[in-house]
Every structure is written in C-alpha cells, then in structure tokens.
C-alpha cells in the first residue's frame, strides 16, 4: 500500500547508488539523505555552544566555499554558463528540500541578486520564533555568484544578506540579496559586517584554489 500523502511527487532530483559503496550520487557529486531534525539538532546543538553571531560568521564561510565548488561543478558537468548556473542552484536547492527560492531579481553583470524563501526547512524545525533562523543560507548566495562571475572573466567580489525570514513575526517569507562588495556598507549596518569579512577572504581562497 502506497504512503505518499496528497499532493506530492516524486522526488526530481537524479539520483544514483553505487552497489559497493552505497554512495548517493547527484550529477557526480556524493550526496548524503538525512533526516531534517537530525541536521537541525546538530544545528542547534552548535548555535547554542557558540552562540549566533560566531557561528553564523563560521557557516558563511563554509557555505561560500560549498556553493562556490557546487556551481563550478555543475557548469562543467551541466555546461551550464551566466544565469543559468545560478538559476539551477536555486532550482536544485528547492528540488532537495532546502526550502522553496525564487529568484525575484538577477543581474549577473552587475553581481546582483534578490532571493525570496518560502516554506525554509529551518522554519518548518522552529516555526514562529520571531528571528532570522536560516542564516546558514547566506553565503551560498555570495559563492554562486562569485563563481560565476569569476568563471565568465568578469569575477566580482559581492557579499550577500538576509533582510528577513519567515519565522519573524510579520513575515510571510524570507528574503536574501546580493550585491558588491564595493557597495556593502550602503546596505548593512557596521555591526553586522564580520560575516561580510569572513565572505571575502573565502572568495580569495577559491581564486587561489581556481590557480593551483
């Protein structure tokens, strides 16, 4: 007897399974499927050891260098080029259980982008807790588009914010842009800028990487 509730369909995503190992493969690169609590708990666990501010500077960074090495391997991989790439990231992140993201605006010339998140895994965990709980977002926007820019000969250092999530109070979904780094300043304010510094010495690691 089939469990699926109404309204749903299969997963969209490729997936494949080597016999061996049991490694999940997505277009060749190792995929892991765990259970959303199991990730948040682990989430939790270390916001509350470092607090907020320390450890959302950390997952920038971690996220920029991820999302940075995503999209270059799915250029290659997809000879996705420009926008394109950074449409299927959002794509694949909704297809993956991420959370539902729209691009509302994108300007990869310009190293702009603006993201709206409905229905965000972190707020279906926490729910109505009046703060910004996906945070863990933010930098995977900035890798993006940094590598596509840097990929297109055009590399533009840019930093990305969240303005609001879903689970603050009035809100009825979140909202991520991007922009460059030139121009941060005219969009946070100076106490929330140490992600920003942290964003932009991993941008420099992966030019090097990009290099060696």
């Known amino acids: 007897m089939s469990m699926r509730s109404p309204n749903t369909h299969s997963p969209e995503v490729p997936i494949e399974v080597e016999d061996e190992t049991g490694i999940w493969r997505t277009n060749g690169l190792p ?72 691009v509302e605006q994108l300007d990869v010339a310009q190293g702009r982008a603006r993201i709206r998140l409905a229905h965000s895994a972190f707020v279906c965990h926490y729910g109505k807790v009046d703060r910004k709980v996906d945070y863990m977002f933010t930098g995977w926007f900035a890798g993006a588009m940094d590598q596509i820019t840097q990929q297109l000969g055009q590399p533009i250092a840019t930093v990305a914010v969240q303005r609001q999530s879903e689970a603050e109070i009035g809100c009825d979904y979140g909202v991520f842009e991007v922009m460059p780094k030139a121009r941060v300043q005219d969009y946070i304010p100076e106490q929330a800028l140490e992600p920003v510094q942290i964003q932009v010495q991993a941008q420099g690691r992966g030019q090097d990487r990009d290099r060696e």
Request: aromatic share 16%; hydrophobic share 40%.
């Open 31 to 102: 995929m892991l499927y765990v259970p959303r609590h199991f990730l948040i708990n682990n989430h939790d666990a270390v916001e509350k050891a470092l607090g907020m501010e320390k450890y959302a500077a950390i997952l920038y960074d971690a996220g920029y260098q991820s999302a940075y090495h995503w999209c270059e391997q799915a250029s290659q991989t997809l000879g996705l080029h420009g926008a394109a790439v950074f449409e299927h990231y959002m794509l694949r992140l909704s297809q993956r259980g991420w959370g539902q993201f729209t």
